[in-house]
């Protein structure tokens, strides 16, 4: 079983229109749930770091949510510029010594339609 | 930018011939990861290292090496490349003492033929 989930797997969106990235996780304690985003043939961009239930971040058209078993990205207003992979990772509290692992859900790759 | 450089980008190799690439990195960070990235599994962590010649394996380490003499060089080894062994490969470091993020390098495309 996948210890992140991200769903869906593909969106399609209109310019303008507002939507929101899931991302359900199941590790039994949390460090830190983590957000990035990747263009096509490039590293992962870090965008937001979640650490608690309730927080929330946000970066121009982005907000990050958590709750104590899922995340949201939601997408205000898209532009064609925001399309990409949006990657989710989940930090457990125990990643074993030293190793501060993260754990990547497949990603959600997204189209924004002019 | 967290300045971290990987070489080569590119690499078509034949099965059974050895391949190191190697990660750069110009700011004294501690942690750097090496990650393979494959359609229909997402990122997964092959290799870590938490300091010079400090090392551990990672989810799929089978068929990998690592070393790292020096803090700004982390070299991951393929010993005898197999076609399975095809992917993009991704070094990442863990930038300061509270924050548990890491950031990523532009990646190696490695094809084994």
């Known amino acids: 079983e996948d210890q992140v989930t991200q769903s869906p797997e593909a969106l399609r969106l209109q310019e303008g229109e507002s939507s929101s990235l899931n991302c359900s996780y199941t590790?039994?304690?949390?460090?830190?749930l983590f957000w990035y985003r990747q263009d096509p043939g490039k590293g992962p961009e870090f965008l937001f770091t979640?650490?608690?239930a309730g927080e929330e971040k946000e970066k121009e058209r982005l907000k990050a949510t958590l709750t104590k078993k899922e995340s949201f990205l939601h997408i205000t207003a898209p532009k064609p510029e925001d399309s990409a992979t949006y990657l989710c990772?989940?930090?457990?509290?125990?990643?074993?010594?030293?190793?501060?692992?993260?754990?990547f859900g497949k990603g959600t790759k997204l189209s924004v339609i002019p | 930018d967290a300045g971290i450089t990987q070489s080569p980008r590119h690499k078509v190799t034949e099965t059974g011939t050895p391949v190191t690439l190697r990660c750069h990195q110009t700011?004294?960070?501690?942690?750097m990861y090496w990650y393979r990235q494959d359609p229909g599994h997402g990122l997964r962590l092959i290799h870590y290292?938490?300091?010079?010649?400090?090392?551990d394996k990672g989810e799929v380490s089978d068929g990998y090496s690592v070393s790292r003499s020096k803090t700004e060089d982390f070299l991951l080894t393929l010993e005898s490349a197999t076609s399975s062994q095809t992917s993009v490969y991704f070094c990442?470091?863990?930038?300061?003492?509270?924050?548990?993020?890491?950031?990523f390098g532009p990646g190696t495309r490695l094809t084994v033929t």
């Open positions: 990442a470091i863990r930038q300061g003492l509270y924050g548990y993020e890491q950031y």
């Open positions: 590790v039994s304690g949390l460090r830190g």
């Open positions: 979640l650490y608690s």
């Open positions: 990772a989940v930090q457990e509290a125990y990643s074993g010594a030293g190793s501060y692992q993260l754990t």
């Open positions: 700011e004294n960070h501690r942690y």
């Open positions: 290292s938490y300091g010079v010649k400090d090392t």
